[in-house]
């Protein structure tokens, strides 16, 4: 009896050192799961680094373009809405995907970030307000490279960005774009001081970026490019940014207004530079006609590009 009872004893003591184990084993999947078990080392990885560096940067940012401002010619225009604008609803968080491996000390990256939105828009011209709304599905883009200086007790490991393109913006709603930028230029006075012609054009945050020097004439060009033109005109082109209080501006191929030439294709915008703490998010935008002629056609189509423009 006493040789059972010892058995029976160790039993249970080893049946509930197995019920104590699988409760811990459980216990530490679940806290792996929730990530609240970290390296040991307490190291951060590159990766990581790189996605901090990039995840508020100012100079990554890219606009969701919802800033009011005039519907284009002198707001008599009926070839024109008599009120537009963008509303955004939701942005997904970005998105940061390496194309090369960091441990090679220069990483090149894309950066990533979803939108969605309203296009507001009354087409009836009758002095009330009263728009409707077409979905807005937009997909953001920019790519940017980041180099490791050499000194990991840094902010960030060391990691610091040292190159951006524009921001490229497309549709991501499953309607066929048909609207593009395809360069834009930025002059002081009659002299170029900024050009591109590509949205994966790389340029220096030290020194390639525009300046923008307050009391200054800037004009803002850029050529565009409509695959199926349905009416005519075939589509509206806007600025945005360059004024802090009302900053979308449309551009005019029509020889006024700083355009130099009429119907030579280069949409134009001039203004005068405002005194400001902040750096200008510059961009250029086109949109179909075919969605400015209706307030209901889920028809939304438009492209943009936008770069980061300094204050000097």
Request: include cysteine.
């Amino acid at each position: 009896m006493k040789t059972l009872s010892v058995n029976m004893e160790t039993t249970e003591r080893r049946s509930e050192m197995k019920k104590l184990l699988v409760t811990v084993a459980a216990v530490a999947v679940l806290v792996l799961a929730c990530g609240c078990i970290q390296d040991p080392s307490g190291e951060v990885s590159d990766s990581e680094n790189i996605q901090t560096l990039l995840r508020y940067n100012g100079y990554v940012s890219m606009s969701p373009l919802d800033a009011e401002g005039e519907s284009g010619g002198d707001g008599k225009d009926y070839e024109f809405p008599e009120h537009w604008w963008r509303e955004l609803n939701t942005e997904s968080s970005l998105e940061i995907i390496h194309e090369n491996d960091p441990e090679m000390g220069i990483c090149t990256v894309t950066v990533v970030r979803n939108l969605d939105a309203d296009f507001n828009i009354d087409t009836t011209h009758e002095g009330i307000l009263n728009p409707g709304i077409k979905s807005i599905n937009d997909i953001r883009t920019r790519r940017v490279i980041v180099e490791r200086t050499g000194n990991e007790d840094a902010s960030f490991g060391g990691w610091v960005l040292t190159h951006i393109t524009p921001a490229e913006y497309s549709l991501n709603s499953g309607i066929t774009q048909e609207v593009f930028i395809q360069s834009m230029k930025i002059y002081e006075g009659d002299e170029l001081t900024w050009e591109c012609d590509s949205q994966d054009t790389f340029y220096s945050i030290e020194d390639g970026l525009p300046v923008l020097v307050p009391g200054t004439l800037i004009r803002l060009e850029v050529e565009v490019l409509h695959t199926n033109p349905q009416y005519t005109p075939a589509y509206y082109v806007y600025a945005h940014g360059p004024c802090p209080i009302w900053p979308r501006h449309w551009m005019n191929d029509d020889g006024l207004w700083g355009d130099r030439t009429a119907d030579d294709g280069i949409y134009s915008y001039e203004w005068y530079v405002e005194a400001s703490s902040q750096h200008w998010f510059i961009a250029a935008d086109i949109i179909d006609a075919d969605t400015m002629l209706d307030e209901e056609e889920e028809d939304y189509d438009s492209g943009a590009w936008g770069i980061l423009a300094l204050s000097s």
